[in-house]
Nanobody
Framework: QLQLVESGGGLVQPGGSLRLSCAASGSTLDYYAIGWFRQAPGKEREAIRCISWNGTNVDYDYKGTMKGLSTIARDNAENAVHLRMNKMRPEDTGVYYC??????????????????????WGQGTQVTVSS
């Protein structure tokens, strides 16, 4: 059974960059799409980006909140997916989660309006952007 563990969070200065990792156990990530989400204090969780089994990206940030400053990549050798955030701002502070989808279409990123389909979650990693 797939389990996900996030790492790489911490304190970063405004304007800095951070790479978060989502590592898997119990299964290979090769055939799973992996999405990244975040939840700021007092706010709802929001979707950031997803990468399908073949590397296809889906940008969930349709509001432009993150200004396109995130990239996602698979590392099959490490059985992990990485999210890199650039030019970070204090409003990027929050808990960052990676997630996957069970079932027949687990290898494909859900559409922008279908992120509710993610049902395997990691425990999250805290990111704080502050000087």
């Amino acid at each position: 059974q797939l389990q996900l563990v996030e790492s790489g969070g911490g304190l970063v200065q405004p304007g800095g960059s951070l790479r978060l990792s989502c590592a898997a156990s119990g299964s290979t990530l090769d055939y799973y799409a992996i999405g990244w989400f975040r939840q700021a204090p007092g706010k709802e969780r929001e979707a950031i980006r997803c990468i399908s089994w073949n590397g296809t990206n889906v940008d969930y940030d349709y509001k432009g909140t993150m200004k396109g400053l995130s990239t996602i990549a698979r590392d099959n050798a490490e059985n992990a997916v990485h999210l890199r955030m650039n030019k970070m701002r204090p409003e990027d502070t929050g808990v960052y989660y990676c997630a996957a989808v069970r079932g027949q279409y687990s290898h494909i990123c859900p559409g922008v309006w279908d992120t509710y389909q993610f049902d395997i979650w990691g425990q999250g990693t805290q990111v704080t952007v502050s000087s």
